[in-house]
């Protein structure tokens, strides 16, 4: 099992990125999938996640990031607009959780002018 995270970088407030993530070692399609993120000194906390019932989101998110997947090709994607600086932290890809697999090196987000 292997998750390999892309798309972070540097954006000022109310910027947008586009997270995605490759995984690979297990029937993609038949796990709900979560993006989490960490800040550091924090516990890893869950942002998003998509199953066959549909996305849910934290409330710190909601309305502002888009979790979506595609069961062909194995990726996980989040759309992030309206980026806060309390956004910023390494964002992670993996299963729901109960059935995580090992973690991947992560996203970093950065949100600052």
């Known amino acids: 099992v292997q998750f390999v995270e892309s798309g972070g970088g540097r954006v000022e407030p109310g910027g947008s990125l586009r997270l995605a993530c490759v995984a690979s070692?297990?029937?993609?399609?038949?796990?709900?999938m979560t993006w989490y993120r960490q800040i550091t000194g924090n516990e890893r906390e869950m942002v998003a996640t998509?199953?066959?019932?549909?996305?849910k989101y934290a409330d710190s998110v909601k309305g502002r990031f888009t979790i979506s997947r595609d069961n062909v090709k194995s990726e996980l994607y989040l759309e992030m607009k309206n980026l806060k600086p309390e956004d910023s932290a390494v964002y992670y890809c993996?299963?729901?959780?109960?059935?995580?697999?090992?973690w991947g090196q992560g996203a970093q987000v950065t949100v600052s002018s």
């Open positions: 998509i199953s066959r019932a549909g996305a």
């Open positions: 993996n299963r729901v959780q109960g059935a995580l697999g090992p």
């Open positions: 070692g297990f029937p993609f399609n038949m796990y709900q």
